[in-house]
């Protein structure tokens, strides 16, 4: 059974920076697999942020975000984090994390439109960037 668990969310100033970790246990980092970071704000749909696939170790990001945000893969820890610097307020939401068993979601392109269909979702953790 898969298992993901997000951690690092908090409470954060306008400008600062949060770590992120999603950890996905009986999910297998030696195959083809794709991690996608996703968020949700109060009202909104939700959108994707940043995948990283397994195969070939890319990433990508959705645009606007790109340049402020860093995704990353530990496959010996079965663990992919997102760095977060200059935060602003309208980053403030739910951040989920979503595994994909065959790697085929997180591609460029991916974030126009956001693509959603992976396989197993985390419950997500909390960040408020508070001006």
């Known amino acids: 059974e898969v298992h993901i668990v997000e951690s690092g969310g908090g409470l954060v100033q306008v400008g600062g920076s949060l770590r992120l970790s999603c950890i996905v246990s009986?999910?297998?980092?030696?195959?083809?697999?794709?991690i996608g970071w996703f968020r949700q704000a109060p009202g909104k749909g939700r959108e994707g942020v940043s995948c990283v696939s397994g195969s070939d170790g890319k990433t990508y990001y959705r645009t606007t975000l790109e340049g402020r945000f860093t995704i990353s893969a530990d496959n010996a820890k079965n663990t992919v984090y997102l760095q977060m610097h200059s935060l602003k307020p309208e980053d403030t939401a739910l951040y989920l994390c979503?595994?994909?068993?065959?790697?085929?979601?997180?591609?460029?392109?991916?974030?126009?439109?956001?693509?959603?269909?992976?396989?197993?979702w985390g419950q997500g953790t909390q960040v408020t960037v508070s001006s």
């Open positions: 979503a595994a994909d068993r065959f790697g085929d979601l997180c591609y460029s392109g991916s974030f126009d439109p956001d693509t959603l269909d992976y396989d197993y």
């Open positions: 009986g999910f297998s980092f030696d195959d083809d697999y794709a």
